[in-house]
Structure formats: structure tokens, C-alpha cells
């Protein structure tokens, strides 16, 4: 960091070139002083995609296919709509029972 970043202060709602206030009142960095100042419209409109991405990443996962029907198998992956891990299945990367240890002794984490 070279100083010449620019971060939005919360608590004053003034914009600020390098690392001036504690950093749970700083947003940012931003490149430029009306970045900065815009802050709140950027993190509404990160928030308002990332909304918008989770709630199609759920309807994948949920199965819908863009009719709201749902897929075949309910858009879950095979070893999830199955009996689950530790129920004797094998697991496919590493050629074992998920439910046992590994050598290293620490099983799945």
C-alpha cells in the first residue's frame, strides 16, 4: 500500500486518502475519492448480484431447470442423493469408504 488508495469512513461519511480511521469504520480501498464517496451505491450493487447469483446458484442446486420444474435428481450431486457418506459407498477420487481414516489418521475434514 502505497497511501494513495482511498477508503469511505462509515461513522463520518467523509472519504479519506490512506489508512486515517480504524478499520471497522473504513470501506474500500477505492481507486479514486469519488469511488470512495460512492461506496454505499457500490456495495448495493455488489449485494443486490451476489443476491442474484446465490438465488440462481440455489435454483440450480434445487433442480429447477429455468421452467421451475425440477431436473432429474433434484440438481444434487450423486453421492448426495444417495445414503450419504459413511454408508459403505466408495469414494470416487480417492478409492475409499469416506467414513474411513485416512493414513494421516484424521479422516475428512
Not at 444417495?82 to 494421516?104: K, N, V, Y
Amino acid at each position: 500500500m502505497d497511501g494513495k488508495e482511498w477508503y469511505f469512513n462509515t461513522a463520518t461519511g467523509q472519504a479519506e486518502q490512506g489508512l486515517v480511521s480504524p478499520v471497522n469504520w473504513r470501506m474500500g480501498p477505492y481507486k479514486t475519492r469519488a469511488e470512495a464517496l460512492d461506496a454505499w451505491k457500490i456495495v448495493k450493487k455488489r449485494n443486490k448480484k451476489w443476491d442474484q447469483d446465490d438465488k440462481e446458484w440455489k435454483a440450480a442446486w434445487d433442480g429447477e431447470n429455468g421452467d421451475g420444474l425440477q431436473g432429474e435428481g433434484g440438481g444434487r450431486p450423486a453421492s448426495d442423493r444417495g445414503g450419504g457418506r459413511g454408508d459403505g459407498d466408495i469414494d470416487q477420487d480417492h478409492g475409499q469408504d469416506p467414513g474411513q481414516d485416512h493414513e494421516d489418521g484424521l479422516g475428512w475434514l
